[in-house]
């Protein structure tokens, strides 16, 4: 079953598409998609769409910052019926919650996870595909996306302590640097924006407990044909887990405020058994990050869940016969 994300991202995409001399309806044509997705907003049409649109019109333009220009043109009211609640929360903190709480709504492939250290915030972002690799544009720009919200919420003349990528830089940095005006880091471990921890509950001076609960309800009452399986909801729960080593069906219970029995209920009502859903999750990490030469076996078995190197070679072994040394070697020939 294909993620799905919002068609404004593609409307979005048809905006920028033409300043760039691409003519957007040639490129959509191009890689298969419906032509509708650039007209409408609200649609939801496959993930896949937006990435293959955005590598091919960075080949087409060599321009390699597609992303990112569309993240720079990217305005609150891009975030379609949610914006109305994002705009009244109190605070950052209540605003990203509502963010994962509806992304139905948005898109069905980012999830943002907030880790608290000191006095910083750590905004995780990730990009969960039924590609290995979700792609360096769709990355940056829903990081960019993000950057959009916060500014939102704490002002125009607000910046970060810095945005992080887990790609490698590109040949121009030059569109890194105007959007995001802090430091930009690459070949990171995580996608996302460090910031100081108190800027999470400063306060929202158009937030509106009122106007909050009133665009609450409205997307509740449009969106009961958009509900997310329990199944789609763990796996999301344990692609964040998984690298900390906290993937057991009670600590993603506790992510999705359920008990284990409960989740476990919920997801034999939907076909679906905790272990398998661990385990495709997992083979899904293994493959992406095995795939990039900048991780060494040792770190790919902690990112996947794995504390010691033998284990994750011998699970390795049994999925796809072969060692992992072995499988990525093939990669090179």
């Known amino acids: 079953m294909s993620t799905l994300i919002r068609s404004a991202l593609l409307v979005k995409y048809s905006e920028i598409a033409r300043t760039l001399g691409v003519d957007p309806e040639r490129m959509i044509h191009h890689v298969g998609a419906d032509r509708s997705c650039i007209l409408s907003p609200d649609l939801h049409v496959p993930e896949s769409w937006l990435a293959k649109v955005l590598e091919s019109t960075e080949q087409a333009s060599s321009c390699t910052s597609v992303g990112l220009l569309m993240a720079e043109a990217w305005r609150l ?4 019926p949610v914006s109305l609640l994002l705009q009244h929360q ?7 919650g509502q963010l994962e709480t509806y992304r139905h709504l948005l898109s069905e492939s980012v999830t943002v996870h907030v880790e608290e ?3 910083i915030a750590i905004v995780h972002q990730q990009l969960i595909t039924e590609r290995p690799n979700p792609g360096r544009q769709p990355v940056e720009l829903s990081v960019g996306a993000l950057l959009c919200l916060m500014k939102s919420m704490l002002g125009g003349r607000w910046k970060p302590r810095s945005v992080h990528f887990s790609h490698l830089a590109p040949a121009s940095l030059h569109i890194h640097h105007r959007l995001f005006d802090t430091r ?3 070949g990171c471990d995580f996608d996302g924006i460090i910031l100081d921890r108190q800027d999470l509950d400063r306060r929202n001076p158009l937030g509106d407990v009122n106007l909050s609960r009133y665009a609450k309800e409205l997307l509740d009452q449009n969106s009961l044909g958009r509900q997310v399986s329990m199944a789609s909801n763990a796996r999301r729960a344990v692609h964040l887990l998984l690298p900390q080593g906290r993937s057991g069906i009670d600590k993603v219970g506790e992510r999705l405020g359920l008990s284990a029995r409960t989740l476990q209920r919920r997801l034999e009502q939907e076909g679906e058994e905790f272990s398998s859903l661990v385990n495709d999750v997992r083979r899904g990490l293994a493959i992406r990050y095995l795939g990039d ?12 869940g794995f504390s010691e190197v033998s284990t994750f070679s011998r699970w390795f072994s049994a999925q796809f016969g072969k060692s992992p040394t072995r499988w990525r070697g093939d990669l090179l020939v």
């Open 293 to 304: 030469q900048r991780y060494p076996v040792s770190q790919v078995a902690l990112l996947v």
């Open 184 to 186: 930009v880091e690459f």
């Open 90 to 96: 109190p605070t950052l903190r209540h605003a990203l």
């Open 117 to 119: 250290i000191d006095d």
């Open 77 to 80: 009211s891009d975030f379609g």
